[in-house]
C-alpha cells in the first residue's frame, strides 16, 4: 500500500523560508509526476507545484520566483523550497503523486506565516 508522508511544515516570520519533504513509501515504481497543492481556510485547493519524472516544472503564479520544487525519482520524494514566505501562503499543504490514472495523497502539513 502506497503511503506518502509529508514533513517540514511549521510557523514562521514573513519573509523566511521553510523546506516540505514529501516521501512515498510501499511502492516499486516510480511516479509519473509529483506536486504540491496547498488549501488555506475558507478557499478551494490549488496546485502550488508540479515536477513531472522528466524534470519539467510549473508554478503558481502567485509563488513564482519564491519556490522551488524538486524531485528524487530514485527516492520517491518531492521537495518544496519556500523563500520569501507571507502570510497569505498560510495553509496546509498536501503533495499528490501521479502513477498513471492512479493518485496518491499525502495528509497534509501546516504552514503557518506570521506577519
Known amino acids: 500500500q502506497v503511503q506518502l508522508v509529508e514533513s517540514g511544515g511549521g510557523l514562521v516570520q514573513a519573509g523566511g523560508s521553510l523546506r516540505l519533504t514529501c516521501a512515498a513509501s510501499g511502492t516499486t515504481f516510480s511516479f509519473n509526476a509529483m506536486a504540491w497543492y496547498r488549501q488555506a481556510p475558507g478557499k478551494q485547493r490549488e496546485l502550488v507545484a508540479i515536477?513531472?519524472?522528466?524534470?519539467?516544472?510549473d508554478y503558481a503564479d502567485s509563488v513564482k520566483g519564491r519556490f522551488t520544487i524538486s524531485g528524487d525519482n530514485a527516492k520517491n520524494t518531492v521537495y518544496l523550497q519556500m523563500d520569501s514566505l507571507k502570510p497569505e501562503d498560510t495553509a496546509v499543504y498536501c503533495c499528490?503523486?501521479?502513477?498513471?490514472?492512479?493518485?496518491?495523497w499525502g495528509q497534509g502539513t501546516q504552514v503557518t506565516v506570521s506577519s
Open positions: 499528490k503523486f501521479v502513477h498513471g490514472r492512479w493518485l496518491y
Open positions: 515536477i513531472t519524472s522528466g524534470g519539467s516544472t
